[in-house]
């Protein structure tokens, strides 16, 4: 069965700290693997974008990690600020099929002053 | 437009009632997805278009829900005879290009309440 399993639930941070995101997927056949950033009543706004031969991107404070061998990725945030408060949802898409581009629950980080 | 645009933002319905959603995609974009969203849950598939083919409509939960892009452009929603299960946001998505290897942009969707 194609999941994405995403870890912890939810976390709060303190205002400058790092924190970093977890994601399992068993998605297949693998084609990429996304972060989406989601304020309250906003729809998800891309972070990254992935494919099989990509390890490591980033986007400003955000960087994404992927081991296409584990099936895991992160995603670290440096230096957190207020407006990074948001769920964070994991994104896996497989070749071939529309129906395929399985959300996880994401994560609900809150950034504390 | 310069984004995914989606009307209503809030619509809340009596049971049983019908009820029309709207997307307005990005000009150009081929490929326009609904998604259904329960509060504190990842969004789940509904149906997928390229232009105005329905390629995929497995998601669509019960025969009451149904979807159309007649010119390959703006996406209805609708939803017969509403339940109270149906109340989640609806979001819709445009790419550009194929549904699994090109960026997908969101909307802010649209918040179903059913009473």
């Known amino acids: 069965k194609n999941q994405v399993e995403q870890s912890p639930q939810s976390l709060i941070i303190l205002e400058g700290k790092n924190c970093t995101l977890q994601?399992?997927?068993?998605?297949?056949?693998?084609?990429?693997l996304r972060w989406y950033k989601q304020d309250t009543g906003r729809g998800p706004v891309s972070l990254t974008i992935?494919?099989?031969?990509?390890n490591t991107k980033s986007n400003g404070r955000y960087t994404a990690t992927l081991d296409a061998d584990t099936k895991q990725s992160s995603l670290h945030i440096t230096a957190s600020q207020l407006s990074d408060s948001a769920s964070y949802i994991c994104?896996?898409?497989?070749?071939?099929?529309?129906?395929?581009?399985?959300f996880g629950s994401g994560t609900r980080l809150s950034i504390r002053p | 437009g310069a984004g995914v645009s989606q009307s209503p933002r809030y619509k809340v319905a009596k049971r049983g009632q019908d009820v029309a959603l709207r997307c307005d995609p990005i000009?150009?974009?081929?490929?326009l997805f609904w998604y259904q969203q329960a509060l504190g849950q990842g969004p789940e598939f509904l149906t997928y278009?390229?232009?105005?083919?329905?390629?995929?409509k497995s998601g669509l939960p019960s025969d009451r829900f149904f979807a159309e892009r007649p010119e390959g452009s703006v996406s209805t929603l609708k939803i017969q005879r509403t339940q109270q299960e149906d109340s989640a946001v609806y979001l819709c998505?445009?790419?550009?290009?194929?549904?699994?290897?090109?960026?997908?942009?969101f909307g802010q969707g649209t918040r179903l309440t059913v009473v």
């Open positions: 998505a445009s790419s550009l290009g194929r549904a699994w290897n090109t960026e997908a942009f």
């Open positions: 994601c399992n997927y068993t998605v297949s056949p693998f084609s990429n």
């Open positions: 992935m494919t099989f031969s990509e």
């Open positions: 994104v896996v898409s497989a070749y071939s099929s529309a129906s395929k581009i399985i």
């Open positions: 000009s150009g974009h081929v490929s």
């Open positions: 278009f390229q232009n105005e083919a329905q390629l995929d």
